[in-house]
């Protein structure tokens, strides 16, 4: 027999596994769960692995991960941190066109290089005032003008070490009185390039750096905190005056157009129009409205999971699409509800509902972002990422970004108070089609729900466990990730998604034994640590 073993080198190699049509093109409906990606050559360190993707037609992130557009995933706080960290957050729409706005400007103000409309006073104002300043956008270092106007002629700076010791029965003395004037203020002309403005800021040792003209009216500012983040966090998402990137949902609604015109006053970089089925005419008629009243803008489609889904909104001027439809752990729009869960909005009333809509993700992935890639438009995999395996799959089956929604709740940097149950700290986790959500008509929009005399839910509400701040759980999925692309032999995402649709890639299916056997078994207990 031993003339039938292979020894020494050869170049014969059994063709093994399946490619990516192969596997998803004969009529089954696959989750990530169904298959695994075979392992390929390594001949390079997974921290070499680039994680640069894109997200639209003109925005690129440095890590491939979007925070979900819902009320308990999304706002001010999530999207700074997520994008901070090479990401992007999306602004939930559950709330007022006014409160939405005013996020994505805390956003855009978080970090900035010449900070163009600061946010001044006039030498009139009071304590106070400053005060509720910082309440709303998080600092007190104001620059004074003679009228209080942004671009008004520049007389001194307050900051909260001006007033720190004022008793609280002073908080009405007028800034005049306290603000560091001019005479006493470092500041630069207008021909100051952002290198020699950071480099006079840190010579200076001061916390704010005022750009005037020649008449001394106040143009720009920086301020040294920005100095801080660049260097903690070098892979953040800016636009191009050094702003972190921001995005937002709104609906195909028309009066929605309100929502939009408030959003790009506030600086957003992107929209996404938030519907579970994006296959509309309603869809349509707002992707082309705003293509044509803001060109700049980034509008990305949704959700579709087919490819004829796709090519309508493609065809209508998306920069990017929204894939995944019933397959978020709190969505049940393929579901069929059991009788004792409450669907309707009225308390008493309970039932079974059969939405029957959707298609499993990875199916879901593959089949959009083949059809779409040809006309270069990125697609984000929104739903059904349960762990980093999850997102290693989705990318590699064609998707540029992936979307996040239970796997960021109960991040410290989510929206919602943590509570403990049985020991346990959480913290509420609910879909947008959930009653409890519904409860806003912005999200019975997303639904086509805002008419009906009865409600039916599409999702529904719980809670998730605290797993800590973003700003140590998202390093650990990138490194996972960069780890699964080393395994795989890809040294970029660009390359991995060039495999698979080149047939390199190969994968296989799991059975549920096999699913079985891929997990932790055999032990009374088991923690990771």
Known sequence: ?????????????????????????????????????????????????????????????????????????????????????????????????????????????????????????????????????????????????????????????????????????????????????????????????LAEANATLSKSKKGKLPIVDKDGNLVSLIARTDLKKNRNFPLASKDDHKQLLCGAAISTHEEDRHRLSLLVDAGVDAVILDSSQGNSIYQIEMVKYIKQTYQDLQVIGGNVVTAAQAKNLIDAGVDGLRVGMGSGSICITQEEMSNQMTVLAEPHVSGSYLMAVGRPQATAVYKVAEYARRFGVPVIADGGIQNVGHITKALALGATTVMMGSLLAATSESPGEYFYSDGVRLKKYRGMGSIDAMENRASQARYFGEKDKVRVAQGVSGSVQDKGSIHTFIPYLVSGLQHGCQDIGAKSLSQLRSMMYTGELRLEKRTASAQVEGGVHGLHRWAMR
């Open 1 to 193: 027999m031993t003339e039938y073993l292979i020894s020494g080198e050869t170049s014969y190699v059994p063709e093994d596994g399946l490619t990516a049509t192969q596997l998803l093109n004969n009529g089954d409906g696959l989750t990530y769960n169904d298959f695994l990606i075979l392992p390929g050559f390594i001949d390079f360190s997974a921290d070499q692995v680039d994680m640069t993707s894109a997200l639209t037609k003109k925005i690129s992130l440095k890590t491939p991960m979007v925070s979900s557009p819902m009320d308990t995933v999304t706002e001010s706080d999530m999207a700074i941190g997520i994008a901070l960290l090479g990401g992007m957050g999306f602004i939930h729409a559950n709330c007022t066109p006014e409160k939405q706005a005013s996020y994505v400007r805390r956003v855009k103000r978080y970090e900035q290089g010449f900070i163009q409309n600061p946010v001044t006073l006039g030498p009139k104002n009071t304590v106070e005032d400053v005060k509720l300043l910082k309440t709303q956008y998080g600092f007190s270092g104001i620059p004074i003008t003679e009228d209080g106007l942004s671009n008004g002629r520049l007389v001194g700076l307050v900051s909260s070490r001006d007033f720190d010791f004022l008793p609280c029965k002073d908080k009405g003395v007028l800034l005049e009185k306290v603000m560091t004037p001019l005479s006493e203020l470092i500041f630069a002309d207008t021909s100051v390039t």
